[in-house]
């Protein structure tokens, strides 16, 4: 404990430096997610350590900046109570980079978060301390498409995107997303939609035939009108504890496999919507079909990176996985509140919510 203290207020009275420690936002243009109740500020931040020694990340602040800089809002992690210990990969090796997922991601409702700025502190050894900060201007964003639940309902979301989700945590520098040449998190917004009885089990029985699981075969459509870019409907479904039908390699040489039997719907303005883990043999369209808004497009399976029967759904700036993710709220849906279905006109869904369609 006394070498702990000792240490802790060496660092308090060494000076920060600005070092050749570099931090960069990503997505290049970060978007504000309107919450239930907050607004949401889902971005990365890649860390470069260019000194000549181990740097480890002590505390990350975010100041929130008015006219002329006013401070309007201010909040921290740090080594005092250990709240840094949220983030895992805190120490960065001499010429190496780290991913930092923002731990900061929430801000009130009515809080302006035009200018946001990020400071960040790292220890090199007892004695030296580094500093580095970032500007973040992010934009509030909300698509153009009117999107509608893909699936009726009601569903539960098994995983969305939020603080803890693995959606919004893509290791980018992960050996296999290197091999796979992702360079941003195409899903950053993701959904995985599971149907469940009253009791929240996925599957009758062990779950071993694909017919027993409650989702299999149903109806998934097009959240909003648009253009079909890509149709697969070819890939074999998984099945419980199974292994997916392609190897590695397979993988490696077509990442699109990851997705399974899927459809990519273009709607116009830079829009465009992914349905993945569809049943073998149930895309209902080819490339170059247009379709209406809730047109069935498919059934919900198991195909693809996929250890369960369920639909992943995500919204995109581009097709494949050159793209940014987008936030996707839905039009016209209830929410499970307890004995009632809150109905909700345009809101935001995420992980543990059920819900079902208002046709």
Do not use: C
Not at 18 to 44: C, F, M, R, T
Not at 67 to 86: H, I
């Amino acid at each position: 404990m006394k070498h702990t203290i000792a240490w802790a207020l060496a660092l308090l009275s060494a000076a920060a430096i600005a070092g050749p420690v570099e931090v960069k936002v990503l997505p290049s243009q970060p978007l504000i997610e309107q919450g239930k109740h907050q607004q949401l500020l889902n971005i990365d931040f890649l860390i470069n350590n260019g000194s000549a020694g181990k740097v480890t990340l002590s505390e990350v602040e975010v100041s929130v900046l008015g006219e002329q800089d006013k401070l309007l809002a201010q909040y921290r992690v740090g080594t005092n109570g250990m709240s840094v210990a949220v983030i895992p990969n805190r120490e960065i090796e001499a010429g190496k980079s780290e991913l930092v997922f923002n731990p900061l991601y929430a801000y009130p409702q009515e809080l302006d978060l035009s200018t946001l700025r990020f400071t960040f502190h790292f220890a090199a050894g007892s004695e030296t301390r580094y500093e580095a900060e970032t500007i973040v201007k992010p934009q509030r964003f909300t698509p153009k498409a009117k999107l509608k639940l893909p699936v009726a309902g009601p569903v539960l979301v098994h995983d969305g995107h939020d603080f803890y989700g693995h959606h919004r945590r893509l290791p980018l520098l992960d050996p296999m997303a290197i091999a796979l040449n992702f360079k941003r998190n195409f899903m950053r917004y993701s959904y995985d939609f599971v149907v469940t009885d009253d009791q929240g089990r996925m599957y009758k029985g062990d779950g071993s035939r694909n017919e027993d699981w409650y989702g299999w075969g149903a109806p998934v459509s097009a959240p909003a009108a648009g253009k079909v870019l890509r149709a697969v409907s070819h890939i074999p479904d998984n099945g419980n504890g199974k292994p997916p039908s392609f190897t590695r390699e397979q993988f490696i040489a077509d990442p699109s496999l990851m997705w399974g039997n899927h459809v990519e719907i273009d709607h116009g303005n830079g829009e465009i919507s992914l349905l993945a883990h569809l049943k073998q043999g149930s895309v209902s369209v080819k490339a170059g079909d247009t379709v209406k808004a809730g047109a069935q497009v498919g059934q919900m399976g198991f195909s693809g990176d996929a250890f369960l029967v369920h639909l992943h759904y995500d919204l995109k700036n581009g097709p494949g996985f050159d793209a940014d993710a987008l936030p996707a709220p839905f039009s016209g849906f209830e929410r499970l509140t307890g004995k009632q279905w809150l109905k909700i006109g345009q809101g935001h869904v995420d992980s543990g919510d059920i819900v079902r369609r208002r046709d």
